[in-house]
């Protein structure tokens, strides 16, 4: 922006000078000879010459500089819905954990048997249906805001880690697809599209 502001400063001392130098240049006398009537002829002269192209220099860059301002503004609004998309794929992503963390047996977490860590207790394998259900549920919501932050923000960096997590996560879930409903299968598949970004999109 300052450079910029420099850039039409020089400009503008450029036309200023340049007038001068034309005028007095094509008037052929010493500076000391000049009179009164002459300097009024040159005050006709700068401000019909020098005048528009200062003026159109004065416009140019207040539009540039509303431009630069706009250019501006987007980047703090494309900043800002980043870091609300960043936001709430961290908030699900702790959702999930504490989802992990429900037991469901005294000893038995979602997370020890999701993670391998244990096998499914029989005791448990009614809480764990419902508790992956519910757990799928927000997985989904998970892999829906990948897609958004891809689509909206960039498909590289953060997303490409969101990704990641996202597909770790269903891997883990694939294996008990039969406790998640008649349409468990086909909402697994969905989510893996939302996350590899081969969901065909009506154009």
Same mark, same amino acid.
């Given at each position: ?11 503008? /001392? ?26 009024? =002829? ?75 860590? =244990?096998? /499914? ?23 829906? =805001?990948?897609?958004?932050? +891809?689509?909206?923000? =960039? ?12 597909? +770790?996560?269903?891997? +883990? ?31």
């Amino acid at each position: 922006m300052k450079w910029i502001a420099l850039i039409f400063v020089l400009v503008a /001392l450029v036309i200023i000078a340049g007038t001068g130098w034309i005028y007095f240049n094509a008037l052929g006398k010493p500076f000391t000879a000049i009179t009164i009537d002459d300097w009024t =002829s040159f005050g006709t002269y700068f401000g019909g010459t020098a005048g528009p192209l200062l003026a159109f220099l004065t416009v140019a860059g207040l539009v540039l500089t509303l431009l630069m301002q706009n250019h501006q503004l987007e980047q703090v609004a494309q900043g800002d819905l980043k870091d609300k998309h960043v936001r709430m794929l961290i908030e699900i992503g702790r959702d999930l954990e504490a989802m992990e963390a429900q037991h469901l047996t005294s000893d038995v977490t979602l997370g020890d048997v999701l993670n391998g860590a =244990s096998s /499914l207790p029989s005791s448990g394998e009614q809480v764990f249906r419902t508790t992956l259900q519910s757990y799928v549920k927000v997985l989904g919501y998970f892999a829906q =805001s990948v897609e958004l932050y +891809r689509d909206n923000i =960039s498909p590289y960096f953060d997303c490409r880690a969101f990704e990641q997590r996202g597909l +770790r996560l269903l891997a +883990r879930v694939e294996p008990y697809v039969q406790y998640l409903g008649q349409m468990g299968g086909p909402g697994l598949v969905i989510m893996r599209a939302h996350l590899e970004n081969t969901l065909v999109k009506r154009p």
